[in-house]
Structure formats: C-alpha cells, structure tokens
C-alpha cells in the first residue's frame, strides 16, 4: 500500500475533517485528499490574522473554490497573551488559534481538526507543535516528509 493510499485510509477512518487552512503546499495536499475521500465531510478553516499576507489568503480562496471545497475565512487579532511579546509567544499564539478553530469546527458539526504538519516539520525547532498536540490537533502528514 503506497503512503498515499495510507493517508487515505486514515482520513476515511475519521467521518469528517476540518483543515487549519493556510493555503501552502502540506495543508493545500491535506484539503484535497480529505475532499477527494470525504466529501462534504471535509472543509477547509482558514484564519486571517496580522500574520498572514493577503496573497496567501487569496491563493486559499482559489484554491478551495477550484476544487469546489467548502471553506470558511475568520478573523483572529494578536492574542493578548502574546502582545508583550514573552519568550514562549509562538506556544501562546498557536494555542490561542488552534482553539479559535477547534470552536469554529465544532459549531459546524466537524469532530477532528488537522493541519499540514509533516516529518520534516520535527526536525526543526517549533513550539506551536506542542499546543495544537495538547488540544488534539491531528497532522494526517507526520509520515510523509516534504518532498514526498
């Protein structure tokens, strides 16, 4: 069984699945195979904040309606938390947007998150994995590495 059809079969398992959305590579794969295996089932939530241009909103936008995906955009400002700027502010700021998305998934009937994490995301040093690991964020990719 090839990884892709792996991925598959997990994502089956789940019923439904909600995609944190940013229109790149790893959650732009994600969106289409939860799409082309669930359906209507699968949506995509893409958060608008001060940290994302506006041409990486866009290109979400296209994409999504390209493949006819069910997407949602909201509005996410600086969490206070992190607007005196601590240490652990990429903990703080991935906590504080993954919750916002878990919210907004459940209010529209979806059970699992996930977002474009991969193998190659471990080697590097990124405190937002720990957050979205404590509020049970799947990464349906941690097998795969970039270039696959």
Known sequence: MTKLEILKNDIKKLGNLAVAF??????????????????????????????????????????????GIRHEIFEVGIADEIKLNPQNRCYLCKKAVFSRLLARAKELGFTNLADGTNKDDLGEYRPGLKAKEELGVLSPLINLRKFE
């Open 22 to 67: 940013s229109g790149g590579v790893d959650s732009s794969l994600l969106l289409k195979v939860a799409a082309d295996v669930l359906g209507e089932n699968a949506l995509a939530l893409t958060v608008k904040s001060p940290y994302m241009s506006l041409r990486e909103i866009d290109e979400a936008v296209e994409f999504a309606k390209f493949y």
